[in-house]
C-alpha cells in the first residue's frame, strides 16, 4: 500500500493531467453534434493509421526471439488502433446513412 502511496505522490501532476484530460475529453466528445461527428471521425481514423504505421516501426525494430516492452506495446498499438479505424468507418458509414433520403 505504501508503494502505491509513494508512486501516486512521485507522479501526482502526470496523474493530474491524465485524469484532467480524460474528463474534458469526455466533456468534448459528448457535446459534438451529429452534424460534425462524421469529420471528427474521419480525423480520428487518420491519426489511428499514424498509430497503425508506428505500432509496426516498434514491432519491425524490436527483438523477436524474446517479449520485449518495444514488441508488446507496438503489437498493442496494432491491435487498438485497427480497432478504431475499423470501428470508425463503421461508426462513419452508419452516420452517413442517417443522411441520406429515404426511398
Do not use: C, Q, W
Not at 491519426?47 to 498493442?76: A, E, K, N, P, Q
Amino acid at each position: 500500500m505504501e508503494d502505491i502511496l509513494i508512486y501516486f505522490y512521485t507522479y501526482k501532476e502526470a496523474i493530474f493531467i491524465i485524469v484532467l484530460s480524460i474528463y474534458l475529453g469526455i466533456e468534448v466528445i459528448s457535446n459534438v453534434p451529429s452534424v460534425l461527428h462524421t469529420p471528427l471521425m474521419s480525423g480520428a481514423n487518420a491519426i489511428s493509421g499514424v498509430i497503425i504505421i508506428g505500432g509496426i516501426i516498434l514491432v519491425g525494430h524490436s527483438d523477436l526471439s524474446h517479449f520485449s516492452f518495444r514488441l508488446v506495446t507496438g503489437i498493442l498499438a496494432i491491435l487498438f488502433a485497427t480497432l478504431n479505424v475499423a470501428g470508425g468507418f463503421a461508426v462513419t458509414d452508419r452516420m452517413l446513412e442517417m443522411f441520406k433520403k429515404k426511398k
